[in-house]
């Protein structure tokens, strides 16, 4: 993608952002009282004036770093372990009976109803939370991991295997990085259902963290306190889901995505513009009739332009 | 894509035969287990020739091949490489396919290095050894291409460079050229041929196209022509020669296999 169109999808997303703070501004401000009560929500200004002092305190900082050193430590074992029994259940019939049915009984318990459970198993509260948020995040990762180790094309497989590879080989160098973008998929919504769960379970027995210091802020009735504790976990969400999504992207560069990725509009553009047939992938049914390389129109190198953001 | 002109006369004499395996099946059932799909199979490869394999779809071809790669073992009979009972896949076998058999996320390179590092050749050692059979199938430039970035025929080549760059004993081709358009697979059976002339690999090369199959094989077998002899053998007049292509010995044999294909 050129510049100019990089730079024309950033000043889609500000506008697009900016409009939202606007019309928060404008309901809250005039005090709109259709049949959704606007009057006694926050404006934006109060809102930004109180994130503008807690950044100057320590406490803050202090609730920040204790929940993202749960959701990291809770996710982290969840990644580790998900793969880890995932690729076990998809690959061994044996583990798949074993663990089989543990598992589907307890993937439909929210981890937030695991509370009580976490009370009781662990010394203190913050083991508890971290376990919860492992729970929410085990599963989805569990789930695609074992869907994508079945999903690979057993042609692999057999490839490494006439080569005189193992079954260490074959995992590490065909299980392992060609189940990697389902794999990503499952982080990806662990990610995101760890965040829900983090902060459910720091608002039921935490003693510090975002979750905590928000719902410390409701009970006192300091309502801009409550909007800069959310404005907190969806800055923090979206920090770290973009990290699983650009560690994902990273991982799978080698997928055969340009085609059919963000650059499609791109694509559609000029193949409306210019009465020229476009060349290459587009023009020719794959590989059938014609003996050349896939090349793109244009190469896209930056990962970033790949996907479709989520 | 450069190719040795197909027009120079190609009557190949290949190296004797001193590393290629002998392959044999002795009254063997082929299949899955519950779904035999050849029986009473007899065979035997010999060391260092071309064995082209035809048959109707769906005849056993590609389980035959499999059978022999160690992947799928037999149903009942006898399946040996060198007289001794085959036990699985590896062993020196290499297997090409059809089409996606390389790994998407290696370079070409990494795919051809693979089999190199099974074989537990030093690192410092694969990196050249993979460039120089990049080369000699013609694709010095493209090494650090991932699969989906080379043509249909390209990725072919990768794949016979990486099937030949562990020093198979004996290299079994699914259909390699199945899904290749008329021309580029002329090109590609030249330098099948070219690179054979450097290995003394016995080959099995399955394929539905006879006239593929009287280019490269020294022996033709016909799979499944009947129940009562379900391998048939026919030896090709002039192995590996287009000029043989039109002669009258070579038109009898195709014309004998095309009719018991079509029967």
């Known amino acids: 993608m050129t510049g100019e169109a990089r730079a024309y999808r950033y000043l889609l997303r500000t506008v697009s952002l900016l409009a939202f703070l606007g019309a928060w501004q404008a309901v809250t401000a005039l005090r709109v009282h259709l049949w959704v009560h606007f009057e006694q929500l926050p404006t934006v200004v109060q809102v930004g004036k109180e994130f503008g002092h807690r950044l100057g305190t320590g406490a803050y900082w202090q609730d920040l770093g204790d929940s993202l050193d749960r959701i990291l430590t809770g996710f982290g074992l969840a990644a580790v372990l998900g793969v880890a029994f995932g690729v076990a259940i998809g690959r061994s019939r044996l583990a798949e009976d074993l663990l089989g049915p543990i598992v589907e009984l307890l993937r439909p318990i929210p981890a937030i109803a695991l509370v009580p459970v976490a009370i009781l198993l662990f010394p203190s509260n913050e083991q508890g939370i971290v376990f919860i948020t492992f729970s929410a995040a085990f599963f989805p990762v569990l789930v695609s991991t074992r869907h994508a180790v079945r999903a690979l094309t057993p042609v692999w497989e057999e490839a490494v295997l006439t080569m005189g590879g193992g079954r260490w080989r074959v995992l590490a160098q065909v299980v392992l990085p060609g189940a990697l973008p389902g794999i990503f998929g499952g982080l990806s919504v662990g990610i995101g259902v760890a965040w829900i769960c983090v902060i459910s379970a720091e608002m039921i027995s935490g003693q510090y963290g975002v979750g905590y210091r928000t719902w410390q802020d409701y009970t006192v009735v300091d309502y801009p306190g409550v909007l800069v504790g959310m404005v907190t976990i969806g800055l923090l969400g979206h920090l770290t889901s973009s990290a699983v999504e650009f560690a994902g992207r990273r991982a799978t560069r080698w997928l055969p995505r340009t085609e059919q990725g963000a650059d499609r509009g791109a694509i559609r553009r000029r193949a409306r513009t210019s009465p020229a047939p476009v060349r290459g992938s587009l023009s020719a049914p794959e590989g059938v009739s014609e003996d050349r390389p896939r090349t793109d129109p244009v190469p896209v190198p930056v990962p970033d332009s790949a996907t479709p953001g989520r | ?263």
């Open chain 2, 1 to 263: 894509m450069t190719l040795s002109a197909p027009s120079t006369p190609s009557r190949v004499p290949r190296p004797p035969a001193a590393d290629g395996a002998r392959l044999t099946l002795r009254d063997a059932v082929l299949g899955r287990r519950g779904a035999p799909v050849l029986a009473g199979v007899g065979l035997d490869v010999v060391p260092g020739e071309v064995l082209a394999v035809v048959g109707a779809s769906g005849c056993g071809k590609s389980t035959l091949l499999r059978t022999l790669a160690g992947l799928l073992p037999p149903l009942g009979g006898e399946v040996a490489e060198d007289g001794r009972p085959l036990t699985g896949p590896g062993g020196g076998r290499a297997l090409v396919f059809q089409d996606d058999g390389l790994l998407p996320w290696r370079t070409a390179r990494a795919n051809v290095e693979l089999p190199l590092a099974i074989g537990k050749m030093p690192r410092s050692q694969r990196r050249a050894r993979a460039v120089e059979w990049l080369g000699r199938v013609g694709l010095t430039g493209c090494e650090d291409r991932l699969p989906h970035r080379l043509s249909g025929g390209q990725r072919q080549r990768v794949q016979l460079a990486r099937a030949l760059a562990g020093r198979p004993r004996a290299l079994l081709m699914d259909e390699p050229f199945g899904a290749l358009d008329a021309q580029t697979r002329a090109g590609m059976q030249q330098l099948l041929v070219d690179v054979l002339r450097s290995t003394r690999a016995t080959v099995v090369f399955v394929t539905h196209d006879v006239d593929e199959a009287l280019f490269l094989g020294d022996r033709v077998a016909l799979l499944g022509s009947s129940p009562a002899a379900p391998v048939r053998l026919v030896a090709v007049p002039r192995p590996r020669d287009r000029a043989a292509h039109d002669t009258a010995a070579t038109a009898a044999v195709r014309r004998d296999l095309l009719e018991s294909l079509a029967s």
